[in-house]
């Protein structure tokens, strides 16, 4: 399929790394924040939410990091497989909107 | 699979051309997004529908317009069609419509306007 992160930031890793891949939102009330991968081709695939009451959660081989002081969210993903490589987007739900506002994306990139 | 299903995958047509894009959310779920997603833009919103009503409107151009029928499955409708308007565009579906909630993404229809 055809890629949609042309002019992505990207980050490359080795195989059975960990990678973090970080986002900065834009809106200090924003109360729920969710990670999305999107292989090429393909739709964006839902892989760890968190809401503002938190900040950490963790999920199989993932955990997310929200720091609200400086508006910073992170996905941390572990023993880094080439199967993670993908883009992927954070998105956040600011108050009063009934939507999820989303990030450009970072593209992730796994070497063998 | 999201259980999302949008039809078709590809469309390819000239412009100022109408086409329309059809979405099945998940079943059970009463929210449904329509989000544009081109190379230099990202994922921009377009408009959601809640249990048939119109519920939120994003980046939606007057030449686009969308609804929800009653059983649920919903079209966005492009019109006067522009080089500019090729891009993906993914329907999304939740149970609730506060957005505060994990969305389900379809695979997406991949329009190129010539």
């Known amino acids: 399929g055809e890629s949609v992160g042309l002019h992505l930031p990207t980050l490359s890793v080795q195989e059975g790394d960990n990678s973090i891949i970080n986002c900065a939102y834009s809106?200090?009330?924003?109360?729920?924040f969710i990670w999305y991968k999107q292989e090429s081709g393909k739709g964006p695939q839902f892989i760890i939410d968190?809401?503002?009451?938190?900040d950490k959660r963790q999920g199989q081989r993932v955990t997310v990091l929200l720091n609200k002081t400086v508006k910073h969210l992170s996905l941390q993903i572990a023993a880094t497989q080439p199967g993670d490589s993908a883009v992927y987007f954070c998105?956040?739900?600011?108050?009063?909107?009934?939507?999820?506002?989303f990030g450009k994306g970072t593209m992730l990139l796994v070497s063998p | 699979d999201s259980g999302v299903t949008q039809t078709p995958k590809h469309l390819i047509t000239a412009t100022g051309q109408r086409v329309t894009l059809r979405c099945s959310p998940r079943?059970?779920?009463?929210?449904v997004y329509w989000y544009q997603q081109s190379l230099d833009q990202g994922l921009q919103f377009l408009i959601q529908?809640?249990?048939?009503?119109?519920?939120a409107k994003g980046n939606i151009l007057e030449r686009f317009s969308a609804q929800q029928f009653p059983d649920l499955h919903s079209e966005l409708n492009l019109s006067s069609l522009e080089l500019g308007d090729s891009a993906l565009y993914f329907c999304?579906?939740?149970?609730?419509?506060?957005?505060?909630?994990?969305?389900?993404f379809g695979q997406g229809t991949r329009l190129t306007v010539v």
């Open positions: 999304a579906s939740s149970v609730h419509p506060t957005g505060n909630t994990e969305a389900f």
């Open positions: 998105a956040e739900n600011p108050p009063g909107y009934s939507t999820l506002t």
């Open positions: 529908y809640y249990n048939g009503e119109e519920r």
């Open positions: 079943s059970g779920d009463l929210s």
């Open positions: 968190i809401r503002s009451n938190m």
């Open positions: 809106n200090s009330a924003s109360d729920y």
